[in-house]
T-cell receptor
Framework: EAGVAQSPRYKIIEKRQSVAFWCNPI?????LYWYQQILGQGPKLLIQ????????DSQLPKDRFSAERLKGVDSTLKIQPAKLEDSAVYLC????????????FGPGTRLTVL | KNEVEQSPQNLTAQEGEFITINCSYS?????LHWLQQHPGGGIVSLFM???GKKKHGRLIATINIQEKHSSLHITASHPRDSAVYIC????????????FGKGTHLIIQP
């Protein structure tokens, strides 16, 4: 079974530029999560999708961050415009169906904003 | 909002030692995860617990729901166990994104 795929693995941009990250979850996983992990900290949930609907985006900075999952499969997270404090690893995860819904994580995208 | 605290933040031990990492949380949960993260690597789920104890190889995870506390133990530690170990909790309900601790940076010296 293929794992959660993310691209790119690394991205370096200048502040005020735009950037987009892509995630393809494990086949059959209806729930998809985007997390932000700043160096030295634990990940923080940005947004959770159930199929193509948003379940929780309470911690997503909506003035600059947006995410979509139009067909309920892969997802894109965008930052526009980027700030220095957005430098982090962006992790995508998907969870299996069932009561406990264990989460499986992708390798992450490391973003550096200069 | 759930607060997740891990201790210690950093731990250096000698190969073969018994390792314990602790996690406490402030609000009732539906499940608790122990995750492993290697430098530059993604996150791997080690355990998901809702009660009691689980064992996988040299790793043991326990949870006490009443005390809102969980521990991760590593027996016969090995340098390849060196990683960041993260505790994360999931509240009940439909919005089940995880709330993470800051992680415990473990180094096992040969």
């Amino acid at each position: 079974e293929a794992g959660v795929a993310q691209s790119p693995r690394y991205k370096i941009i200048e502040k005020r530029q735009s950037v987009a990250f892509w995630c393809n979850p494990i086949s059959g996983h209806a729930t998809l999560y985007w997390y932000q992990q700043i160096l030295g900290q634990g990940p923080k949930l940005l947004i959770q999708f159930q199929n193509n609907g948003v379940v929780d985006d309470s911690q997503l900075p909506k003035d600059r961050f947006s995410a979509e999952r139009l067909k309920g499969v892969d997802s894109t997270l965008k930052i526009q415009p980027a700030k220095l404090e957005d430098s982090a690893v962006y992790l995508c995860a998907s969870s299996s169906p069932g009561a406990f819904r264990e989460q499986f994580f992708g390798p992450g995208t490391r973003l550096t904003v200069l | 909002k759930n607060e997740v605290e891990q201790s210690p933040q950093n731990l250096t031990a000698q190969e073969g030692e018994f390792i314990t990492i602790n996690c406490s949380y402030s609000v009732g949960i539906s499940a608790l995860h122990w995750l492993q993260q290697h430098p530059g690597g993604g996150i791997v789920s080690l355990f998901m617990l809702s009660s009691g104890k689980k064992k996988h190889g040299r790793l043991i995870a326990t949870i006490n729901i009443q005390e809102k506390h969980s521990s991760l133990h590593i027996t016969a530690s090995h340098p390849r166990d060196s990683a960041v170990y993260i505790c994360a909790v999931k509240a009940g309900g439909g919005a089940d994104g995880l709330t993470f601790g800051k992680g415990t940076h473990l180094i096992i010296q040969p």
